[in-house]
Structure formats: C-alpha cells, structure tokens
C-alpha cells in the first residue's frame, strides 16, 4: 500500500514542492463534470414550483437554483480549499517576503496608472481645444491624401525646392542678371534712368517668369499633357506656355531692338566728320551687338529654365500633396507643442518613481523566486478553476431555467413567478429571456 508524503520541516524545499504537487493535483474537471442533466433540473423545478409563488431575484435566481446549485460548487471549493492548505502552510514563513513583492508591485501598478491617468488628462485637455481638433483634422485629411499619392509613387520622396524661399531668391536672380545685361542699352537707348531702371525690372520679372514657366513645364510634361487628363486643365497648361513663350518673346524683341537703337544712335553721331579721323570712335556692329545682347538673355532664361527644372517634382499633384501635408503637420505640431511641455514634465516626474519601484520590486522578488514562482501557479490553478465553476454554473442557471418554465407552463397558472423586492409578477418567458450572471454577480455568488 502506498503512503502519501508527508510534509517535514526538516526540508522546507521538499516539503513545499510536494505542497504543490498536492495543490496543482486537483483536478479541474471535477468543476466541468457538475453540469445538471434535464431530468434533475426537472425533479428540482417541480419541488420547488409546489411552493406557488417563486421569487426571483436580480440574478434571475430563485431560492431552489441557489440552494440546489451553489451547494455542489461551495462543497467544491471546501475541497480545493483543504487541497491548498497544506501549500498556504508551508509557505507561512515566507508571506512577508511575498506581501512586501506584493506591495511593490501593486506600488509600481499605481504609479503607472496615475501617470496614465495625467496623461490622459492632459489629452482630454487638447481634444477639448477646438482648434487643435481642427488641425489635427487637417492633418488626417492631409496625410490621407498623400500617403495615397505616395504609394501610386513607389514610395519616392517628392521634389519639393520649388516651395522653398530659396527658390524664388534664385529665380529672381535671373531677374538681376537680366538688369546687369540690359540696363546699359536701355539707358543709352531713353537718356533716363529712371525709365531704364523700370524696364530693366519689368523685363527681368518677364524673364524670370518665362524661365519658371518653361521648366516646369518642360519637367511635367507628361503629367500635364498627357491624355488621361481632362481637356479644360490641359487647354489652362497651354495657356500657360503661350503666356511663358509670349513674356521669352518680349524680353527678346524689348533687349535686341532697344540695343540695335542703341547701336545705330552710336553710328549716327560717329558719322559727323572728326578732326581726330579714328580716335575714340567707337567700333560699333548693330547685328553683332544684338546677337551678343540675344545671347546673353537666351543664356540667362535656359539657366533659369535648368533651375526650374531641377526644382519641380514630376507630378505636381505629389508635390502639392506633400506641400499641403507638411503645413498641415507643422501647424498641428505647433500646437501640440504647447502641451508637449506639459507631457514631458509628467513623463519626468514619473519616470524615477516608476524606476524606482520597478527595483525595489525586482529585488524583492529576488529573494523569493521560487516561491513567487510557485505561488503564481498555484493562483493560475485557482483562476482556471473559478473559469470552469463559472461557466458550469451558468449552464445549470439555464438548464434550470429551462426546466421552470415547462414546470410553469404545464402548471395552468397554479404557480407564479415575483420578482424581489417588488414582486411584480413575471412570466416563464421573462425568466429565460433574462442574462445570465456576469462575471462580477458569479464571483458574489460563488464567495456567498
């Protein structure tokens, strides 16, 4: 015959494994085999539908479910209880150590949660702001866009130099070296500077604009021109090369004829008979002059044509997209910032508390692993157990249910359902139609 061991206190390591042994014995199926079977329940509900009325309590309860179903689960428990016992004891010794981790670990708990808890109020705080929703609302609506455009591009950054301030500074360079080019002949060809200096200026921003016009074209042809757009945006494109041709054309036609002027001016007043025959005459050549003035206006717009360029993205709807997101985000950001002060101090104050806290736990729990270990799977094996009670109870409540209300339909009105503490009366339907206990009504019942 063989013997059961016995705990010795000689060897506390022993005696506490087999403890566990003996507690992660009990078998959870004891739990899963009290389920009711029709005919009991039928038994139980004529018995008690004998009484007449029946009470039904917020658990949709009567005293016989309670008494003929909680006893079985409360004789269970008793079981699991003295199956723990000899656990609980052998482990007496070391309850503080296990309380004092308790402790620091429900300290770390609480910490984490007030530090969630301010932060949630500080988020409560901005999504209160009307204004942050709005711009966060952009910004959604922003980043919607664009990540659409960003996958139909490969995922490729866009080419966004041409919203930079650093774009329209060079661009307008072009304008100045137009004034260094023309200026001269301008003023050779009014006399006054002033309408020199004007038609320079005029004559630069023409330029400027054709060379921004043709290199964004140029760069977003295909985008622009091709045939999957609609006829009205691509007409509006023409237009725009016509209008960037025509300002090219002018600052040529304006440069070449005001320098051949210029020239023919120099001629004339050369002409006049000179005691000095050759000396300090000028050599002037109108078409060499005009060619050179043509060139050099030619070579400033491709310049400016290669600038453009390189500065537009292919598809201009990417990189309006981007723009659109990029300011959207910035302002969102600028507004979050005001809270973010906030934040970081909360995450600060925290942090070494929860650090903190973090250790002294991790110690602790050092000292006692083995039976923190071991006492984590004896509350697993407890856990699982209440799981099954709970749901084996559950399916008695129904079966119970079920069977009541045959009992009651078959009574011919001789019994009836009350509900406590009104006793309104209450039909057999409304009784099987009611919910079954929660988790937090099973704990009380099963704890009553």
Known sequence: MAIAPTLSSAD????????????????LSRAGGMQLSPEKALEWAQQEAAFGTIPIDENGMSAGMKLNLLQPVRTLLSDWRQARADFDTVLQPKLASLDAVRQAEGELADAERRRGDEL??????????????????????????????????????ATMFSYSPWYLILISCIGIAEWLINYDVL????????????????????????????????????????ESREPAERARDWRFLGLSTSSLLIVLAAAGCSRYAAALQILTTQAHHSLLINVGVSDVNPIRDVLISLLANVAAWIVGVFLSYIAHDDNPEYASATQQWNKAHSAWAAKRKQFEQEIRHVEAKFTKTINDRRTAAKTRAASVETELNMLKQVQAHEQALN???????RANIATYREALTRVLVGSAGRTQLVTRPTNAPLSPFELTGMELPGAEAMQNLLAA
């Open 120 to 157: 949630a109020g500080i988020e409560k705080k901005l999504e209160s702001n009307p204004d942050y929703l709005q711009k966060r609302e952009l910004k959604d609506t922003a980043q919607i866009r664009w990540k659409d455009l960003q996958d139909t591009q490969s995922g490729r950054a």
């Open 187 to 226: 003023l050779q060809f009014t006399g006054v500077p002033a309408i020199a200096a004007g038609s320079t200026i005029l004559l630069g921003a023409l330029l400027a604009f054709a060379a921004h016009g043709y290199g964004e074209l140029l760069k977003q042809w295909s985008f622009r021109f091709g």
């Open 12 to 27: 506390p390591t022993k005696a506490i494994s087999l403890a566990l042994q003996r507690a992660l014995a009990f078998p």
């Open 387 to 393: 799981t099954e009670l709970e749901q084996a109870m």
